[in-house]
């Protein structure tokens, strides 16, 4: 018998982004920002700490007049070493 689709993990599920972060995650952020120190400052209610999703940037769209030309002007310069190249013999 199988797994049904909805209760297989995913392979990156623990690498997912959170919006919630447990406390010794937020005592990290605070202490690398310098807003808390662990001696001096008390683990509860700590202020509330801003997690950042990070999304990776779009590719920008290749024109495709422009890779026309590369690949037109490539062609011409082969064309002309070929026709070099039978010159000399």
Do not use: Y
């Not at 972060?21 to 509860?44: C, I, Y």
Request: net charge positive.
């Amino acid at each position: 018998m199988s797994i049904h689709s909805s209760l297989k993990t995913k392979s990156g599920a623990l690498n997912q982004h959170r919006n919630v972060l447990t406390r010794k995650e937020r005592v990290a952020q605070l202490t690398e920002s310098e807003r808390f120190e662990v001696g001096k400052n008390s683990p509860l209610g700590l202020p509330k700490v801003l997690s950042i999703k990070v999304v990776a940037g779009k590719k920008p769209k290749k024109d495709p007049a422009a890779a026309g030309e590369a690949a037109s002007a490539a062609k011409k310069d082969v064309k002309k070493d070929a026709k070099k190249d039978v010159k000399k013999k």
